[in-house]
C-alpha cells in the first residue's frame, strides 16, 4: 500500500490477519479491544478502508451471507500481499522513530500570544485533566485481563502521560518562580 498514512487500514490488517471479519464486526471488535483510544474511526470510515484494502489486493472476500431479511455481509480475510504488508508497515512503526506534530506542541509555539496569567491558569486546567486521564489509563493498563501485552499502548500512553505531567509542572514553575520566572518579562510584552 503506497500510503501508510491511515492506521485504522493497518488495525483493520491486524484483526483481519486472526481470523475473516465482516466490516461491522471489524468495527465492533476495534471498539471492544479499545482501539478506539487509539486509532479514531466510524463504523463508515471501516467499511471504506476496508474497500480500499480489497482496491490494492490486500484483503479478499471469502464469502457472502444473509440471514433473514438482513443485507447481505460479506466476510473478508487478508491475503498473502496484505500480510506482507502488515509485517512491513508494523516493523517500520516500530523501529523507525518518525516526528509527529501534537497539537499541544503547537500551541506551545505559540503560547506567547497569551498573557502568562492565562497559561499558568490554563496549565493548571490542563494538568488536573491529564492527571484523571492518567488514573483512568492506569486503572486500564493495570489490569490482569487481558494479558499486559494486549495493553502494552495503555503503559505507552501511560509514560507520555508521565512525561507531560513533569513538563506541564516544570513549564508552570518556570512561568510562577518568584526569583528567576518568566512571568514579568512576559506580561510586560503584553502591556505593549
Known amino acids: 500500500m503506497s500510503n501508510r498514512k491511515n492506521l485504522l487500514a493497518l488495525a483493520v490488517l491486524a484483526y ?9 464486526e471489524l468495527s465492533k471488535t476495534l ?10 474511526f466510524t463504523h463508515g470510515s471501516v467499511y471504506m478502508v476496508v474497500e480500499q484494502l480489497l482496491k490494492a489486493g490486500l484483503i479478499a472476500e471469502q464469502e457472502t451471507t444473509r440471514e ?15 500480510r506482507a504488508e502488515l509485517q512491513g508497515w508494523l516493523r517500520d512503526l516500530v523501529g523507525v522513530p518518525r516526528h509527529e506534530f501534537p497539537a499541544f506542541g503547537s500551541a506551545l509555539s505559540l503560547v506567547s500570544a497569551l498573557h502568562p496569567d492565562v497559561v499558568v491558569e490554563l496549565l493548571h ?9 492518567r488514573a483512568t489509563t492506569a486503572d486500564l ?6 494479558h499486559p501485552l494486549f495493553l502494552i499502548e495503555e503503559v505507552y500512553r ?18 510562577t518562580d518568584p526569583a528567576d520566572g518568566w512571568g514579568p518579562m512576559w506580561a510586560a510584552y503584553h502591556e505593549k
Open 125 to 133: 486546567e490542563r494538568l488536573a485533566r491529564l492527571r484523571q486521564e
Open 16 to 24: 483481519l490477519s486472526q481470523r475473516p471479519m465482516h466490516p461491522y
Open 158 to 175: 501511560l509514560g507520555l502521560l508521565d512525561a507531560e505531567i513533569a513538563f506541564v509542572e516544570r513549564f508552570i514553575e518556570q512561568i
Open 141 to 146: 493498563a493495570g489490569g490482569t485481563e487481558p
Open 31 to 40: 471498539r471492544n479491544h479499545g482501539d478506539d483510544r487509539s486509532i479514531k
Open 68 to 82: 433473514g431479511q438482513r443485507p447481505e455481509r460479506t466476510v473478508y480475510g487478508i491475503t498473502p500481499e496484505g
